[in-house]
């Protein structure tokens, strides 16, 4: 596991720096304002993910045959 972190490390913060690369003014990209279709595509991405969380606990907890069960004392 711990031989895992190091390169997902990596990846994450290569990949955040690459998503705000476009913003800098000194950036090539910068002159093709496609900082606001970001911002707009982080958005979406954000709320998706809320949307996803929100139906998973709309669901109700799963138990061992991955069948949605009522949410009671057990579960708590």
Known sequence: ????????????????????????PRSP??????????ERADFAWHYAWYAAFGYRLFR?????????GPVGPRHA
Do not use: C, E
């Open 60 to 68: 109700g907890p799963l138990d061992a045959a991955d069948q949605v």
């Open 29 to 38: 990209l910068h002159p093709l304002h496609v900082g606001g279709l970001l």
């Open 1 to 24: 596991m711990t031989g895992v972190v190091g390169p997902v490390l990596s990846v994450v913060v290569f990949t955040a720096a690459g998503a705000f690369r476009p913003l800098i």
